[in-house]
């Protein structure tokens, strides 16, 4: 069993940060690459910022210089730091880890149950 508990959302003012973070758990064989989603009402849900195991990032046009993606040691949590907030960055956030449960067994995504983030203006 495998699970992606994320925290760290909120209620901040535009201009705020907050920081989000994700740790997966469970029957593990490894991660390749961690990474944050978001999906605003009525909207589809779109990438936000990756990282792959060995530390390429990848982020979206709206939030490059603005939000920074990162990985702890082990390679098992992955956070989200977002500053200069915006109303438009209102979204559930979700983590997303594509990770093998064994050697034997093909790649496959899994996701967090995702975390409220608002912006007020």
């Known amino acids: 069993q495998v699970q992606l508990v994320e925290s760290g959302g909120g209620l901040v003012q535009a201009g705020g940060s907050l920081r989000l973070s994700c740790a997966a758990s469970?029957?593990?064989?490894?991660?390749?690459?961690m990474g944050w989603y978001r999906q605003a009402p009525g909207k589809q849900r779109e990438l936000v910022a990756s990282?792959?195991?060995?530390?390429?990032?990848n982020y979206a046009d709206s939030v490059k210089g603005r939000f920074t993606v990162s990985r702890d040691n082990a390679g098992t949590t992955v956070y989200l730091q977002m500053n200069s907030l915006k109303p438009e960055d209102t979204a559930v956030y979700y983590c997303?880890?594509?990770?093998?449960?064994?050697?034997?067994?093909?790649?496959?995504?899994?996701w967090g149950q995702g975390t409220q983030v608002t912006v007020s203006s």
């Open positions: 997303k880890a594509r990770l093998r449960i064994s050697i034997v067994v093909p790649e496959y995504d899994y």
């Open positions: 469970g029957s593990i064989f490894s991660i390749n690459a």
């Open positions: 990282i792959t195991s060995d530390g390429r990032t």
